[in-house]
């Protein structure tokens, strides 16, 4: 080797030398420092577009069902293991328990006295408007006590109500005439007090044995006499006929009339007085309204006493259910997962019992965020993984409820997929991914580029700040300045479409070419 090439390789080497050393300077060493800032820009360009939702989620069985014993009890016989698959009505387990028989039993006769309760508040609404059982007269009246506005109990006493359109009584007759009486007979009816006399029926003829003082044995001759406006109880009468012989037939003695019916009326229910027309000797026709109350203490007791019946029947639906349970079928087509009773061992109230679960298809639960949800549509495809197990599924519902996480909102989505070969794994996770939208030949920018800002109205906007000599004419007015932003870019307002991890879509507001500002970069020297 000549001098020459000796030399240029020794600067060659020094050259190096100096490169590697202001360059470890530059990296390591004690004078690199913080230096200006510097705004780091890009442009809009035209450009394709894919946006894309992934993630992992737990995997769920699309139909799960619990059996959970509700009552102490022993176990008699159990027909299946865990992890086999059953059909729906198999027999699985049976179970001795006393208590759950005694719970159905207490909850029939629950039902039932609810149920009483809550007619007999119907009965007590058709109460409030007291109506009149039979046509006669009120006596003894409560009606000077009753005053509209008065707030009255249930049972209050209203008076007695008589019917004395038709009067009643009973005389006696010698059994000498026994065979002369006969139900419908008419018979004349004499009333002193009056000196007239008016016509009776035989209602009916008892042969009773009265034996008078005198020795004579007598039977009795109930009879009815309508009343004409002038009788009353308490009024003396005699009832006399006409023999085949022609001889006139007299009872033993006088009877005197009674009213036919005769019933106390009393409210049944309590209220506040409405209306009221009660007064004594008041003459009355069945279906008559003589007193009204105000519905609302009525109205609270229906309403409690159908929401006692409605719990009772739910009460009694669950007793039934935990009865029928102790001869337990599979509610559903599945696999048996988690069954661990065994014959003859002592159950206790709330205990799983088992879990069967269909697996043939499987659920997974994603979220996707604000921007891209409007694109995720019932049916999409979806890719799965798990453990390197690919599959594929569809998107079986989309929420419209979203979520709120560090102020980014998604919304909820399902995931269902085929597992009939059984080869994705229940209750792990799953690594899920789909195409939620993708655009070609669109206007996109960095992510970076797009600020969130608020407009001088107040309302939120989306942001590019572009780089020009003077204010574009679509400048944003702002509601604050933003410190960041260096001098030389304008804010603009623009119309978001999909992104991905990198970009974003620009629908509206700026063109192609646009320079734009994306954040700022702190330069590094050395002294």
Known sequence: MNGKKIIKWVAVLAALAAVGYFGYQRFFGSGAKSGAKTAATDFVTVGSITSKVEGSGLTKAKESEVLTLASQGTVLDVFVQEGDLVTAGQPLFTIDSPAAETQQQRAKTALDEARKALNNAYEAQRG?????????????????????????????????????????????????????????QTLSVNVPALMSTVTGTVKDVHKVSRITPEGSKLFAVDITVSNPGVLTEGMEITASFTDSKGEQVFPYETAKLEYSRVKNL???????????????????????IVLRLSADANDTQIYDAQNRVEEAEKNLETAQKNLELCKAVAPIDGKVIGLSIRPGEELQQGTTLVTISDTSTITVSANVDERNISFIKVGMPVNLDQWGNATSGQVESVSLQSQINNGVASYPIVISADNSQGNIQVNSYINYNLTASQADECLVVPLQAVKSETLASGDPASIVYVKADSAPENVAELMNENPEIPKGFYPVQVELGISDNYNVQIISGVEEGTEVFTQMITESYWG
């Not at 209050?156 to 019917?163: A, H, Y």
């Not at 506040?272 to 007064?279: A, P, Q, S």
């Open 128 to 184: 409030l408007n007291f109506a009149i059982p039979f046509s006669g007269k009120l006596l003894d009246t409560n009606g000077k006590s009753l005053n509209v506005g008065d707030e009255i109990i249930e049972g209050t006493s209203i008076g007695k109500l008589v019917d004395d359109r038709t009067l009643k009584a009973t005389l006696y007759y010698s059994y000498a005439y026994e065979d002369s009486f006969r139900a419908g």
């Open 266 to 288: 009393s409210t049944t229910v309590g209220g506040r007085i409405t209306f009221v027309n009660v007064y004594d000797y008041m003459d009355v026709n069945q279906g008559q």
